[in-house]
């Protein structure tokens, strides 16, 4: 665990400000670097919180990653049409999460869309053209509803052939989660967590700074308070969109950005028209979630998810550089409390 300045990954797209007198610990996992900061006055502490908070990172991605042979998906990924396999209790949990949003957002999220990418995407990374057959056949093996979960036992059962999970739509936000209750049980109320800056959770603010005294002048109330958090523009990351006082609420972010590809699975087909989506909720694994759905979802769709749900929003950038105002390329939608827009 070490504490050295990081590189700024997905574009800049949320990247936390450190509080000056906030302890700040790194850790790699997942394919980034996770982050946690705390604001607490025993440095000590503070430290050994995020060392075990870092330890039950590991552990989940031991049991999430599709890429661990003897993972806990690895082994749903290899179980035949009315095979069964038990497993780990945060698994568990992750995968009911994961079949709720899947229902809530009726079908724009599914950890099941292996079988799509492969069909879309060359080893590279670069789109290729599927035939109707192959798309046909990968559709046919797609679907969280495919996969049936017994809470009794922690047992999963998939109902066909060639399903295959990747949790890389939800996995962080759920370990960034998990990582907050860890501190908690810590006593540590008061931290940022962020996994790779796509995926941040702030729970209550840092004690702000004593003012000095006599004050030099009054001081105007904000009204604001948490964590500094700036979203940037994906086309201009010197462009700042929005300033944002994050407190017991998360973020999330995911883009079509250098490269990278989103389908959609009830079309599909390759999402266009879009750059990045921001998704606000309650807890990192919903946020993490909807980003991802969000960049699938129509506008109708997505002003609809969060009138049903009010204390999430949503933030879209469309790809449309032709839009004479920026008005045309962003759509907000929810409520983005404690947030200033500057463009």
Request: proline share 7%; glycine share 6%.
């Amino acid at each position: 665990m070490t504490t050295p300045p990081q590189k700024d990954v997905l574009a800049k797209a949320s990247q936390p400000v450190a509080m000056d007198k906030a302890h700040r610990f790194c850790h790699d996992a997942m394919g980034t670097t996770f982050e946690v900061f705390i604001d607490h006055p025993d440095a000590g502490h503070a430290r050994q919180g995020a060392r075990v908070a870092f330890d039950e990172l590991d552990r989940l991605e031991a049991q999430l990653s599709r890429f661990v042979a003897n993972s806990d998906i690895s082994r749903i990924n290899n179980l035949s049409a009315g095979q069964s396999t038990n497993v780990d209790k945060e698994t568990f949990q992750c995968l009911e999460l994961a079949a709720k949003l899947y229902r809530d957002t009726h079908g724009a999220f599914d950890i099941t869309i292996g079988p799509l990418m492969k069909c879309w995407l060359n080893k590279d990374k670069t789109l290729r053209s599927p035939s109707d057959d192959e798309l046909n056949l990968a559709r046919a093996s797609i679907g969280t509803d495919l996969l049936k979960l017994d809470e009794a036992w922690h047992t999963v059962t998939v109902v066909k052939d060639d399903v295959q999970i990747d949790l890389g739509g939800i996995g962080k936000g759920f370990a960034v989660d998990r990582m907050a209750g860890v501190l908690g049980k810590w006593n540590i109320d008061r931290a940022m967590i962020h996994g790779g800056t796509s995926s941040v959770l702030a729970l209550a603010p840092p004690v702000p700074p004593a003012e000095p005294s006599p004050p030099a002048a009054p001081a105007e109330p904000t009204g604001e308070s948490g964590w500094p958090v700036t979203l940037s523009d994906p086309s201009d990351q010197k462009r700042t969109l929005a300033r944002l006082n994050l407190q017991d609420h998360a973020l999330s972010t995911s883009g079509l950005v250098r490269g990278a590809h989103i389908i959609d699975p009830r079309s599909a087909r390759p999402v266009s028209g879009k750059l990045i989506a921001w998704a606000s909720a309650p807890d990192a694994t919903t946020a993490d979630a909807l980003s991802t759905a969000f960049i699938v979802m129509t506008p109708d769709e997505t002003e609809q998810y969060c009138q049903d749900h009010p204390r999430t929003s949503a933030l879209i950038i469309l790809d449309n550089k032709n839009a004479k105002t920026t008005k045309k390329r962003i759509h907000r939608h929810g409520p983005w409390r404690n947030a200033r827009f500057l463009h």
